[in-house]
């Protein structure tokens, strides 16, 4: 099972990495041609000026999730400063953990509901016209993996704290 799980890992991981790479590479295209066209021939690309923003949108969540895997989000870590008991500290991550999984896990709970009022309504982008469904089911899964990730997390915690115990 271990095993099934590595490779669905690294799937999900080859998959994020690509993702990421064509958002990035097509938002810098797409800005490159708005500038250019803007400022050098003196019109406007038309309706394409939003799509930046939603793969900026589609890249920070699903690069969130990749962040989530290892733990690397950018924090503030005051309290090795405050409290010098590593057990308490252990205890103190795995309570941030379990806050993380939770908030997280309401958070995409409730974006699967925005993703289903989104096809229901039918929501449009105002410019390309595309359904903005699209867009919050990236954020919807990308919640999901970041939650199962810090269930994850949270799980080895709990498995280093009770290697303390016994």
Known sequence: MSKFLSLVDKFLISIITKIITV??????VIVFVQVISRYVFK?????????PVYLMILAIWVAGALLARKDDHIKLDVMPLIIKNKKVL??????????????????????????????ATGDTSA??????????????????????????????????????KS
């Open 127 to 164: 410019g390309l016209g595309f359904p903005l469904w699209w867009l919050t089911s990236f954020i919807s899964i990308s919640g999901l993996l970041i939650t199962i990730y810090y269930i994850l997390h949270s799980f080895k915690e709990a498995k280093e704290l009770k290697k303390w």
């Open 23 to 28: 958002c990035m590479v097509a938002l810098t």
């Open 90 to 119: 252990k205890y103190i991550r795995l309570f941030v953990n379990v806050l993380t999984v939770g908030s997280i896990g309401f958070f995409t709970y409730l974006s699967f509901d925005y993703v289903q009022f989104g096809i």
């Open 43 to 51: 019109t406007s690309v038309g309706d394409m000026g939003e799509l």
